[in-house]
């Protein structure tokens, strides 16, 4: 099976959980009027005025192949040990405006969808991969935070404004890892501008001391694997997992401080927001048991710091088997969703981040949420009327949390279709699995090659996630991502 093959299955999943996987024609009009008018839009345009930032040393890290870049950073050491991080968020509202038919269709997807074999994005390609991304060597008009962060880790101050920023290195995760791990060489883009390497030595040791203590506090160390497709001249050769490093840690701490910096500001503005939250989990006694098959304790009520200190001890114990305990902790937390926070009220908080004030700010050319919440910054930072009103907020929440459950659904259809192709003639073959999924609706196991999910058809009496079974692979279909096994 070809690329292609897997890209209509994926335009399918789509349509049939209710996303537009195309642009309509008066979005795909409005984005090369928007094109044509490139001077114009990345000059102020809306919003309060834009503070000249293109002469500092703004960099980048995401994906190899990103082109959809949503944020840059900057660092300055400041006396007494603490780090000024400056993160910039592409100003993506000068481009999109509420009601226009490039916003219509970002309203109905809610978010990029990545799949296995194409990317179908929330806006169009002229705007995330041109006019509203942040490009390496081009000017572009970004929302900034800009914080102190304390030698504990604790974010002293927030700034929010407007700055013109320019990307001076585009950088990948795997490089960048391998590098602050020491097992690989300063990437070839971030030695060839001076400055960067020092850039990255401190955003390092800042981002360190803000992860330490979040994790003092509560937040969850987990490890999970994603499946990552391989093509080779187009065809599928192998799903392999695609793990954490140094680097995806840094941008992710960048991110939950932003992000958490913004629901703080919006909150002591009046601003009703968007928060994302992570629920108490009601599933914590199998949580409790679960640590008891690894030799630990929980207490018998839902505890982060308990369960944080569990799984620390089981990382270091064994590491090579965390991410399956990564993964069974992650399923019996729950998912995330959008909730509206009220101004004054308590903020309704992230479990296993271990922070009580969070939204989605950071990536506004990928996920709706955090569109809005950048309107809903500018209006606080000018004073003026937001244009959401509370209702139109709480069915937002509802609407974005349904589309990305939505979302996560095609694209675990994709790599299934994926495994599936890599799986077909091999029925009767035995694996290794781990339940991951255990309900009325029935019983899911994961195996490790390829990394993949599947039905539990016969023989799941009894089992619950987190146990280890051995399986036996019994059927597969490609076109409908069907792995089915039996005990």
């Not at 991969?129 to 800009?146: F, G, I, K, P, Y």
């Not at 391998?178 to 501008?193: F, H, I, N, R």
């Not at 065809?235 to 991110?255: G, S, V």
Request: proline fraction near 6%; glycine fraction near 6%.
């Amino acid at each position: 099976m070809q690329r292609h093959d897997l890209a209509s299955i994926a335009h399918l999943a789509m349509l049939s959980r209710g996303l537009a996987p195309d642009f309509s024609a008066a979005a795909r009009d409005e984005a090369k009027r928007l094109e044509a008018a490139r001077d114009h839009l990345l000059a102020d345009g809306d919003g309060p005025p834009a503070r000249d930032l293109t002469g500092l040393l703004w960099f980048s890290i995401d994906n190899d192949d990103t082109r959809d870049m949503d944020q840059l950073s900057v660092a300055e050491a400041l006396p007494g040990g603490a780090v000024r991080v400056l993160v910039g968020i592409a100003d993506v509202s000068a481009a999109v405006s509420p009601g226009s038919a490039i916003d219509e269709h970002a309203h109905q997807n809610t978010t990029s969808v990545y799949t296995a074999a194409r990317t179908f994005p929330m806006l169009p390609p002229e705007l995330s991969t041109d006019l509203t991304s942040l490009v390496q060597d081009e000017d572009r008009l970004a929302m900034v935070v800009d914080m102190e962060v304390l030698p504990d880790g604790s974010v002293g101050r927030a700034e929010f404004y407007r700055a013109r920023v320019r990307n001076r290195a585009k950088l990948a995760y795997r490089s960048v890892g391998a590098w602050l791990e020491d097992k690989g060489p300063l990437p070839p883009v971030a030695a060839a501008v001076p400055g960067i390497e020092a850039q990255l030595r401190l955003h390092d040791k800042a981002t360190r001391q803000m992860r330490q203590l979040r994790h003092d506090r509560g937040a969850l160390t987990l490890e999970t694997l994603e499946a990552r497709p391989v093509f080779v001249d187009g065809k599928l050769a192998d799903l392999a997992d695609d793990p954490r490093d140094r680097a995806k840690e840094l941008i992710e701490d960048l991110m939950i401080a932003a992000n958490t910096a913004t629901a703080q500001y919006l909150d002591t503005h009046g601003q009703a927001s968007l928060r994302r939250m992570v629920r108490t989990p009601k599933r914590w006694p199998r949580l409790v048991e679960l640590a008891a098959q690894h030799g630990g304790k929980l207490p018998a009520e839902a505890d982060a710091k308990a369960l944080e200190a569990f799984l620390e001890t089981r990382q270091k114990a064994d590491p090579e088997r965390f991410p399956e305990l990564s993964l069974s902790v992650v399923k019996l937390l729950g998912p995330g969703e959008y909730v509206v926070d009220l101004p004054g009220q308590p903020p309704p908080g992230h479990f296993g981040l271990a922070v009580r004030d969070y939204t989605h700010s950071t990536a506004p050319n990928r996920r709706y949420p955090d569109l809005v919440t950048q309107r809903l910054l500018k209006a606080a930072l000018t004073d003026r009327p937001s244009g959401y009103t509370i209702d139109d907020l709480t069915a937002l929440a509802a609407h974005c949390t349904e589309c990305e459950d939505a979302a996560n659904k095609v694209e675990r259809q994709v790599v299934k279709s994926a495994a599936a192709l890599l799986l077909e003639g091999r029925n009767g073959e035995q694996f290794d699995a781990i339940v991951t999924g255990a309900s009325e609706k029935g019983t899911w196991v994961r195996i490790s090659h390829p990394l993949v999910e599947g039905r539990l058809e016969r023989g799941a009496a009894g089992l619950d996630v987190g146990d280890r079974v051995r399986v036996r692979l019994i059927s597969t279909n490609v076109e409908r991502g069907f792995i089915d096994f039996a005990r």
